[in-house]
């Protein structure tokens, strides 16, 4: 498996093999063994997310607080989208800081964001399945947004049309907020 380092520490782009022949193809999306071997550690995910969105909607910057925060391995299996990671860890010295990739059912690569980081993805195709994995459990009491624009962490998200967001991402707090309300990672 290609393993590439992201600017961030712990942020890895993986790209398991796909092996084509006359009937198509075929890859291991997940194996715990080369997942470990990859990340140096064993992580237990937990659940499996899949969400469908059309061009233009853009989902996050998602994080949850304390002993609630999750580890993320994301894929797409239809369409494409640009996959941003923040980090929101403030002892780190890329705190605030966002590294992205292009994930698509074509490139199959795959983005690890581990906990201490937030996640955000905009659509660049007519609609897009992400399928993601988590080391934690969803827990709407530890669940948190920031800003999709927040001027101090400055993410360049590409051309995809009019941006969709969710009420709760519209009005989403920004990096100093979340901040000065002890929400972010030490
Ligand atoms: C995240 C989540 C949501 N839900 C429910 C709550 C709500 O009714 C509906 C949609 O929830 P949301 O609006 O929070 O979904 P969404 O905006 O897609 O949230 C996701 O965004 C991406 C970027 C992430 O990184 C994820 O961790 C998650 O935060 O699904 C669950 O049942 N389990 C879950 O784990």
Request: net charge negative; aromatic share 10%.
């Amino acid at each position: 498996m290609k393993v590439t380092k992201t600017s961030l520490d712990g942020v890895l782009i993986l790209e398991p093999p796909v092996f084509g022949d006359e009937r198509g193809w075929f890859t291991e999306s997940f194996n715990h063994q080369k997942f470990a071997d990859a990340v140096g550690r064993e992580v237990v995910f937990v659940q499996d997310n899949h969400s469908c969105s059309a061009r233009g909607v853009l989902r996050g910057i998602h994080f949850q607080t304390g002993e609630a925060a999750q580890g993320k391995l994301v894929r797409v299996t239809a369409g494409e989208i640009y996959d941003i990671a923040v980090d929101l860890r403030k002892s780190s010295p890329t705190f605030g800081q966002w590294t992205g990739v292009v994930l698509s059912a074509g490139n199959k690569k795959q983005l690890w964001v581990p906990a201490g980081f937030g996640h955000a993805f905009l659509v660049t195709s007519e609609a897009a399945e992400v399928q993601y994995k988590v080391d934690a459990y969803w827990s709407p009491d530890h669940e948190r947004s920031l800003r999709w624009d927040d001027a101090e962490v400055g993410v360049i998200w590409p051309e995809a049309g009019e941006f969709q967001l969710s009420g709760k991402d519209a009005e989403a707090p920004t990096l100093d907020d979340l901040k000065q309300a002890g929400d972010l990672f030490d």
